[in-house]
């Protein structure tokens, strides 16, 4: 950032809980007018979380249509991201503390992004819905150069794919908890296999129940060893589980994720027969 970039008033949010402490972290700035590449990148690489959303006005056709609309765009530390769902949560309950909830719509990289936010109790809920999802088949030897073990730690009941809404995810599922617990892997070599695949995360998933799903998302690209609550990984999970006929076609599924890390959160994936998108919801909260 040069010395004349005007300082940005960057929030703290977190996403997928009520508590600061859980959920996953992620930077807000409500004005990013005036703001080049270079400088959001680097107000993220600053902040150091996982991802920070920039807000500027939306193009004309949507603010037309729309009263509160925004064009939103992610950063990581390391680049721009298409699109990222805890952000997305993180900008909708900042905005909805200073204008009340409602509705709101974000022209993001991926697509055109509605949200609503509702109050229940103290608590902010915001609910995404995703752009149109697809679901696709990962090559064996990606699938063995992605595995940090053996491949009877998979769970033959989750086929790899890739799975998309919004960005690309690796879906893979872990055979015990004990194993989804015992996260390792070589970074780099992850890296430059996601770079290769266009993947934002590889989404690690152990199934507890028909409805109830622990996640974990390891994120090299990002510049970060794992992300704690991964809104776009879990509507692209939702678009998964569908398409291979795991859950029915009208569900309402949780997914625990963060535990592991310390910040546990609670996403919320529901799908509508009929209805190819997926809609992710959390609550959230200021930090500090």
């Not at 977190?14 to 959920?23: I, M, R, V």
């Not at 974000?106 to 229940?120: D, I, K, L, M």
């Not at 770079?195 to 510049?223: C, I, K, M, Y």
């Amino acid at each position: 950032m040069t010395t004349d970039t005007p300082r940005p008033e960057v929030l703290r949010y977190t996403a997928f809980s009520s508590a600061p402490d859980g959920g996953n972290p992620a930077g807000v700035v409500l004005d990013a007018t005036g703001l080049d590449d270079d400088a959001m990148l680097a107000v993220a690489a600053d902040l150091g979380y996982s991802e920070t959303a920039f807000l500027t006005a939306p193009p004309e056709d949507l603010g037309g249509r729309e009263e509160r609309a925004y064009a939103i765009r992610y950063f990581s530390p390391r680049a721009e991201v298409p699109f990222c769902g805890h952000a997305t949560v993180a900008t909708a309950v900042a905005l909805a503390e200073r204008t009340g909830p409602g509705k709101l719509v974000f022209a993001t990289p991926a697509g055109t992004v509605p949200v609503e936010v509702v109050r229940e109790g103290g608590t902010l809920r915001a609910t995404l819905t995703s752009v149109e999802p697809h679901v696709g088949e990962v090559a064996g030897a990606d699938l063995a150069e992605a595995l940090a073990g053996p491949a009877a730690d998979l769970d033959p009941a989750f086929p790899p794919r890739i799975a998309f809404a919004g960005a690309r995810h690796l879906v893979l599922g872990a055979a015990t908890r004990a194993r989804l617990a015992d996260l390792a892997y070589d970074f780099a070599r992850l890296e430059a296999l996601m770079r290769r695949l266009d993947l934002t995360t590889v989404q690690l998933v152990w199934r507890e129940s028909a409805t109830v799903f622990h996640v974990r998302d390891p994120f090299p690209v990002g510049g970060v060893v794992e992300d704690p609550a991964t809104g776009a990984a879990a509507a692209a999970f939702g678009a998964y589980a569908r398409d291979l006929g795991l859950v029915p076609e009208d569900t309402v599924l949780t997914l625990r994720q963060g535990e592991d890390m310390g910040r546990p959160g609670e996403l919320t994936v529901t799908l509508r027969a009929g209805d190819p998108r997926v809609r992710v919801g959390g609550e959230g909260a200021r930090i500090g």
